[in-house]
């Protein structure tokens, strides 16, 4: 009876920390655009949205494709935690690693959303977020980003 007891013990002492291991899913699609310039695919959560045209979210969040003459690239963003999200896509026209905007905060890059949306300044990306989020509590294929 000890041993079995034991036994059981190490069983779900060894299976807990898998239990309570996140899942994780990716994100992926495609981004249709026909120029050659680095594309920055960025997957943004909440906390990082606010500042989204300002700040690249976490590394592990952003994928940088370079453009293609065929006009179609493939991304794919892996390790994603379950939760609410925002792709966002931009278009890295002077090669500078980062979204460019004016002095009245107005886009300089082509940019776009996994939903469509225009950009009118900082204001209106605050609002965004509701519109524009999706849940990834599975693998999320089939995004289609077209500029």
């Known amino acids: 009876m000890r041993k ?17 291991a996140q899942e994780k899913f990716s994100v992926s699609g495609e981004v249709v655009y026909s120029g ?20 690249l979210p976490p590394e592990k969040f ?44 107005n886009a300089k890059e082509p940019i776009s959303m996994h939903k469509q949306f225009e950009v009118h300044g900082l204001a209106t990306m605050r609002t965004n977020w509701d519109r524009q989020k999706f849940k990834v509590d599975k693998d999320v294929t089939g995004i289609e980003i077209k500029f």
């Not at 680095?38 to 997957?43: A, D, E």
């Not at 606010?50 to 700040?55: G, K």
């Not at 925002?86 to 979204?99: T, Y």
């Open 4 to 20: 079995t007891a034991v036994l059981t013990f190490i069983l779900l002492s060894i299976s807990t920390p898998f239990s309570n």
């Open 36 to 55: 050659i310039e680095k594309i920055y695919v960025c997957l943004h959560t909440m906390e990082t949205f606010e500042n989204c045209l300002t700040a």
């Open 62 to 105: 952003v994928e940088v494709i370079n453009g293609s003459s065929t006009g179609k690239v493939i991304f794919k963003i892996g390790d994603v935690p379950r939760g609410e999200y925002v792709l966002m896509v931009f278009v890295d026209k002077n090669g500078n690693g980062k979204f460019d905007l004016d002095t009245w905060g």
